[in-house]
């Protein structure tokens, strides 16, 4: 049943003992804080160049990257140097704010030469000047320009480092990497491929093949043109791994009946793993999840583990434990060895190249940062790499097996590539392999450092946050206040800068927003990552009865029991999930919110879950999907809002701001308008960001921070 919950008043819903505190402390609470300059600008918080697409050599121990420099995306290499760290340098040399992305970058076998995509996704320019989407290049050590290839992409580099496939026109291509001659058509088929994986000899390409209702794995013969399918089944079936000796064919099994996203299901009938054979498509199941909690699939974040290890074992993720882990289970059956035990999660791995040991990012012993162990694919006691209040993903192994290049924040310094090597057999502390990219004019020196805070929300739940107070000003005044809320929801902020792009910048705009005297709040909230699968997954979640709103009242009302903040001059923002959570907040309690920002939000939750349904997801009753969204509260919203979204949005329908602008005039609530015409759900422009955050600022100012210089005159 949908979850109910009454718009109490703010006396009524302060605990007792914070209102006495409250009551007692008034006389030292009644100043009010007025509008401070900012100690840096939005411009400079988002200035760092992001990094992304961490790729290791397979030879040379070397690795590559991509850099986003205010929207000049290229691609970075970094080399070990005689004294045991890494020379880095700019590998291409793309310029201009273009909307264009690079991804899927895969090495030559010989580590000179990288192939990647540029592209795939439609952007503003290539409305404009009718350019591909998506384009495979390529691109040597020692050339400054890189070449064109084909249209396509998800490009995998052949073992004999002459030749990648990739996928273009709905088949599978073949070309050269000099460019001559013409790309061979390997398969058409009548799926959309994906996960090319060459057979260690290069005769032989697995691959997955997506046809809606079920998947299949695939296994394509250059030598025979044929294509061998691997035990077929009505099932999802993914993510195909080779056995070293390339006689055998691992892949990961999803029941047709797993249930789809925003579900507040944890079990479901068991995925499994699943071994072939290549040569006949003959199969059986190695492995199964118990039933229970870990028994519905659910991938690593980052970089996958699902990997064939030494000793014939097969390391792969699950949470049968209720949070997730890596395990090991020998190709020949028997019960999983578990890697990683404990109660914490992981979130991105890979293997050595000896296939002996596994790196990974976790927040074992703190929730809110993330480090990097080592372990060993049999099992054993994990070694701890990286140290102190830190933000550690997305590891990779250098070919020699000496170094783990990885992504490495804190709360002043942004996501940077870094890297820790071994002396003596140890590895020795993390270290920037690119510091000549800093900008000066990055303001990491004035950011604050976020408190960990921990609140229960109505109903029990225990919620953690980021508290960014204003720095050097005294808590005996009043200031405005914002709380924050992520998208996903399989997300989570951290007492640092992200390692997605996304919520990198607006943990900088929460930094930003500090500086100008707000307090805020960013929420973890329930159906988010980091704290286990009851967290993740919790019951009438999302459209089956935002159980997550009683994490919004419950952060609400931690912050009205501060005598630092002005309860009258509460606001909220947030982008996606959380531009839900924004309108949610603001349609069922207007009274306690006096403006947000909702950045393409779901409101009304019956459009976006037939969108779900049409590609096989079951969804909740639209009875409950109804009750769950912003709309069926529509005429309790009073507070003025701000509503952005992009027109060309591929994850969130357009619709849903129709909806709610449209809802929101016939109500004559205060509303504002941003549409950012052929930009997507995750913006491609660096401009549209700064457009986006400007525009915010100005919108919370005025009814936050200015309408408390106004009272305070």
């Known amino acids: 049943m949908l979850l109910q919950i009454s718009d109490r008043s703010r006396n009524r819903r302060v605990p007792a003992l914070l209102r006495s505190a409250l009551i007692a402390g008034v006389a030292l609470a009644g100043n009010v804080a007025t509008a401070q300059s900012p100690a840096f600008s939005i411009d400079d918080a988002l200035s760092a160049p992001f990094p992304s697409g961490l790729v290791a050599s397979p030879a040379g121990a070397r690795v590559a990257w991509i850099f986003d420099a205010q929207g000049s995306r290229n691609i970075w290499v970094a080399e070990p140097s005689t004294n045991g760290s890494f020379a880095s340098r700019q590998l291409t040399r793309y310029t201009g704010d273009l909307g264009v992305e690079i991804g899927s970058m895969a090495w030559s076998s010989d580590g000179r030469a990288l192939v990647f995509e540029r592209g795939g996704e439609p952007n503003p320019r290539s409305v404009a000047l009718g350019t591909s989407p998506e384009q495979i290049w390529t691109i040597a050590l020692g050339d400054t320009v890189a070449r064109l290839i084909d249209d396509g992409s ?98 990961v099994r999803v029941p047709a009946a797993a249930p789809g996203p925003f579900s507040s299901t944890r079990a479901s009938e068991p995925w499994s ?121 997305l590891p990779v192994f250098a070919s020699d097996g000496k170094s783990v290049a990885f992504l490495y924040a804190d709360a002043r310094n942004p996501m940077r590539p870094a890297a820790v090597s071994q002396a003596g057999g140890r590895f020795g502390d993390a270290h920037d392999i690119a510091p000549q990219t800093m900008p000066a004019e990055y303001p990491g020196a004035r950011f604050v450092e976020p408190e960990q805070v921990v609140f229960r929300s109505p109903d029990g739940m225990m919620i953690h946050g980021q508290l960014f107070l204003p720095p050097g000003e005294s808590r005996a005044s009043r200031h405005p206040a914002l709380l924050f809320f992520h998208g996903g929801p399989y997300r989570q902020m951290l007492l640092g800068a992200n390692p997605m792009g996304a919520y990198s910048y607006m943990y900088a705009m929460n930094q930003y927003f500090a500086s100008r005297g707000y307090v805020v709040l960013s929420v973890n909230y329930r159906g988010g990552t980091g704290y286990g699968l009851d967290f993740r997954v919790p019951p009438n979640f999302g459209p089956s009865g935002a159980s997550e709103y009683n994490d919004v009242l419950g952060a609400a009302t931690f912050l009205e029991a501060r005598p630092d903040v002005d309860a009258k001059r509460m606001g909220v923002w947030g982008g996606s999930y959380g531009g839900y959570l924004t309108a949610l907040a603001l349609a069922r309690s207007s009274d306690i919110f006096a403006a947000g920002v909702d950045y393409a939000g779901v409101h009304d939750w019956t459009g976006l879950l037939k969108v779900y349904a049409a590609a096989g997801a079951k969804s909740a009753s639209d009875s409950l999907a109804w009750a769950s969204s912003p709309l069926s509260s529509i005429k309790r919203w009073r507070s003025p809002v701000l509503v952005i979204q992009a027109d060309d949005d591929h994850n969130v329908p357009f619709d849903q701001s129709v909806l709610l602008v449209t809802a929101l005039r016939e109500q004559k609530v205060p509303n504002e308008l941003i549409v950012i015409p052929n930009e997507i759900h995750d913006l491609l422009l660096h401009r549209s960001w700064l457009a986006y955050f400007h525009a915010q600022s100005d919108f919370l100012d005025r009814y936050l921070m200015r309408a408390g210089q106004d009272k305070s005159r």
């Open 154 to 251: 998800s490009p995998a580099m052949a073992p004999n480092a002459t030749t990648v496939a990739y996928v273009a026109r709905n088949s599978i291509l073949l070309a050269a990497l000099s460019g001559s001659g013409k790309p061979q058509t390997l398969v058409r088929d009548l799926g959309r491929d994906g996960s090319l994986a060459w057979s260690p000899d290069g005769s032989r390409i697995a691959f997955a093949s997506s046809r809606g209702d079920h998947s299949l794995v695939g296994v394509y013969d250059l030598a025979h043109k044929s294509i061998t399918w691997l035990a077929p089944s009505v099932d999802r079936d993914r993510d195909p791994i080779w056995s070293p000796d390339g006689r055998k064919v691992a892949f």
């Open 273 to 393: 793993i699943w071994i072939a054979d290549p040569a006949t498509g003959k199969g059986h199941e190695l492995w199964h999840a118990n039933a229970g909690a870990g028994s519905r699939f659910y991938p690593l974040e980052g970089n996958s583990a699902f990997a064939w290890g030494a000793d014939d074992r097969i390391v792969f993720p699950w949470e049968g434990t209720g949070w997730v882990h890596l395990y090991s289970v020998a190709a020949t059956g028997g019960a999983p060895t578990p890697l990683t035990p404990g109660d914490f999660e992981i979130f991105s791995a890979d293997l050595s190249p000896d296939k002996r040991r596994v790196v990974y990012s976790s927040n074992q012993d703190d929730l809110d940062h993330r480090h990097l162990w080592d372990v060993p694919v049999t099992g054993g006691t994990p070694t701890r790499l990286t140290t102190g209040k830190t933000i550690a993903d």
